[in-house]
């Protein structure tokens, strides 16, 4: 079975989900349900162990593996002392890094996310850092030890799709750790389009959390992600500008060779 | 450079005649661009955009959820002391008028947190009159230092500090602050502060950015709408949102557009600003700062208010007193009077009901 691992779990689903901005708690579980992550990433900041129902990890369901994300963080010393906090509030040792000090665009710090992600490896953290795509970065990050890297298609939220193709297809080949589309997905085909240029899984929040039937949208993203996953593995045809002649031109070296 | 430059490149420009020349269609053109300039954001504040409020309220709809989602943070405001040294004539905590005047000792203010933490709210903001020699930085820092112990992110209203006391707060848990200028036309400021230290408008026009230095995790701007012409006042308001937020990258900045509520001052020369024309403030805002979160009070009817959550409103108040010691007991010195009186639960129903998550946890301390 096509599996992907991070972190040394294997997961069967490779749509992650993000759990702000829905318009409810219950609107949440049950997306996430339709939605059939595995991964559930949620900002530390919102979560609230005394309170009562307002707790949002008693609206994650028990089987997902939690990821906290360290949204807020401003530097690498906050998203250090945010992930410290994560897991001495029992959220496990997988922590998402978020470092944003850009409050227009909410565009990813990549130095600090370096070192965040370094420090933090050290502490014997599961480490998915989110960043702009960038090919040094990206092999900073996989060679101090994150388990994946998240590069963004466009700004959080913003919905435009994977602008930054080019730069992402490059990580692709070159990272040998897990590329995860995270932040810009706006429809399900472009999750699709993440997952047929090879991407191992891809980060969904706002286009589920703000669309008018969140539940209906997770699935359609989870039937889009198992679409372009199944044609990157059939190999999806190469594109051309031109149409090309079925009857080959250097046909005749091989004639009488075995096929 | 400060935000003052900024405010004088608009001190003499004539408004109305900018106003009269905007057209309907100039209207419909800058609502289909993908980023709006200064100037057409003025020309959304103009009396003929008041005719395309539909079109802006759904492109303020779309960009709000985009950026902030379907999601309203609640707080609280907890009146520390209402002694004040400034005369201001729209305050009823002005030095003159002769309400009855308290602080709140360590003790009262941990009652008032009991009080307020059991309603379920996790974030407060806390504030004072301006009085340095009854409500010192000392005694701010030592009541944050209780309030700690209760809520998850801690706000200030007080008077304009120096960036070192900005910093100084921050060290024993404040994250953000609120200051409104009032009125930002330095004449109308002039007449409207009769006495008190409140009369330095340029010590207080650079608060914000004080605090932003001293790298306050959220700055909220206003100004009180009523005192002056409010296009203006919207206008410029938003340029010092929009200064502050270019300048300090990793600031949230937000702004409030709290409209004049009855009080006991003196002010009486009230520029009505009616229900339309705080939409269209606040649309023009969203329109031209998307990434800017709006904050509503309970100065607004609860209707009013329950209608402006689609349209940008990212923090509301709710269960709000305005006077001191006003969540254990009421005597009736509040500083202005509130519209929606509505309980902490009230209000989480009627978000809900709108489509929309009320959220009492965004932060904690780190």
Known sequence: MDCLTIGGVVLKSRLLIGTGKFSSNKTMTEAIKAADAQVVTMALRRVDLNGREENILQHIPENCILLPNTSGARNAEEAIRIARLARAMGCGNWVKIEVISDNKYLLPDNYETIKATEALVKEGFIVLPYMSPDLMVAKILAEVGAVAVMPLGAPIGSNRGIKTKELIQILIEEINVPIIVDAGIGKPSEAAEAMEMGAEAVLVNTAIATAQDSIKMAQAFSLAVKAGRLAYLAKVGLEKKLAEASSPLTGFLYEGEEK | ??????????????????????????????????????????????????????????????????????????????????????????????????????????????????????????????????????????????????????????????????????????????????????????????????????????????????????????????????????????????????????????????????????????????????????????????????????????????????????????????????????????????????????????????????????????WMHL
């Open chain 2, 1 to 362: 450079m400060t935000f003052y430059n900024e405010y004088l490149r608009y001190k003499d420009f004539d408004f109305d005649n900018f106003f009269q020349k905007v057209t309907r269609a100039d209207i419909m053109d800058i609502l289909q661009k993908q980023k709006i300039t200064e100037v057409e954001f003025l020309a959304l504040l103009s009396p003929t955009a008041a005719s395309c409020l539909e079109k802006m309220a759904q492109r303020a709809h779309q960009a709000s959820l985009r950026h902030f989602g379907k999601a309203i943070l609640l707080y609280t405001p907890m009146y520390l002391s209402n002694y004040c040294v400034n005369r201001c004539s729209y305050c009823s905590f002005n030095s003159d008028s002769g309400i009855k005047r308290s602080k709140l000792n360590l003790q009262e203010i941990e009652e008032e947190a009991k009080a307020i933490a059991a309603t379920g709210l996790r974030h407060i903001l806390i504030l004072t009159g301006e009085d340095r020699g009854r409500t010192p930085v000392a005694y701010i820092i030592e009541a944050v230092k209780v309030l700690k112990r209760y809520f998850d992110s801690i706000s200030i209203e007080i008077y304009p500090l120096s960036e070192e006391e900005y910093s100084q707060l921050m060290e024993v848990g404040v994250d953000g602050l609120t200051i409104y200028q009032e009125v930002y036309d330095e004449e109308v400021y002039d007449c409207v502060h009769e006495a008190g230290p409140k009369r330095n408008y340029r010590f207080r026009l650079d608060a914000p950015e004080r605090a932003c230095r001293a790298k306050m995790r959220n700055v909220n701007i206003g100004a009180l709408l009523g005192l002056n012409n409010w296009r203006k006042e919207a206008f410029i308001t938003a340029l010092h949102g929009n200064y502050l937020q270019n300048k300090y990258g990793d600031v949230e900045v937000s702004i409030s557009l709290p409209r004049i509520r009855p009080h006991i001052g003196s002010f009486q020369n009230v520029v009505f600003v009616e229900d339309r024309d705080l939409v269209q403030a606040m649309l023009a805002l969203k329109n031209f700062l998307p990434y800017i979160g709006i904050t509503i009070s309970t100065r607004e009817k609860k209707e009013f208010r329950d209608h402006l959550i689609p349209l940008g409103v990212v923090k509301m108040s709710a269960g709000v007193s305005t006077e001191v010691g006003g969540h254990t007991h009421s005597n009736g010195n509040s500083q202005f009077e509130i519209s929606d009186t509505r309980s902490v639960g009230e209000i989480k129903k009627a978000i809900l009901a709108k489509g929309y998550q009320p959220i009492l946890k965004n």
